[in-house]
């Protein structure tokens, strides 16, 4: 069972990024699917997450309206589209899944990806 993560990279301000997390071992259709970031110094905090169907998406409000967070079951796959990045969007971005509903909370997933790192700089 794995997850893996890609998409990563330097990007300037403004600019966009799409990142993957592909599943590996399991289908992602039965699990719920989040995406968390963490910054240099800070703790992990909740970025985006998707229910099993697609039927409703979660984000946190710093994001909202920039990212958008979408799977493609037939893939394996799930997706977080960036759009018009910021410096404070820099970090460390990891998915995950869970059983059950979506969810804020990163303890409740079951499985994690190891993650891609996004740097927003001029």
């Known amino acids: 069972v794995q997850l893996q993560a890609s998409g990563g990279g330097l990007v300037q301000p403004g600019g966009l990024l799409r990142l993957s997390c592909a599943a590996y071992?399991?289908?992602?259709?039965?699990?719920?699917m989040g995406w968390f970031r963490q910054a240099p110094g800070k703790e992990r905090e909740f970025v985006a997450s998707?229910?099993?169907?697609?039927?409703?998406?979660d984000y946190t409000n710093s994001v909202t309206g920039r990212f958008t967070i979408y799977r493609d079951n037939a893939k394996n796959t799930v997706y977080l589209q960036m759009n018009s990045l910021e410096t404070e969007d820099t970090a460390v971005y990891s998915c995950?899944?869970?059983?059950?509903?979506?969810?804020?909370?990163?303890?409740?997933?079951?499985?994690w990806g190891q993650g891609t790192e996004v740097t927003v700089s001029s």
């Open positions: 995950a899944a869970k059983r059950g509903s979506r969810s804020r909370f990163g303890s409740s997933y079951d499985y």
């Open positions: 071992g399991f289908t992602l259709d039965h699990y719920a």
């Open positions: 998707i229910s099993k169907s697609s039927g409703s998406t």
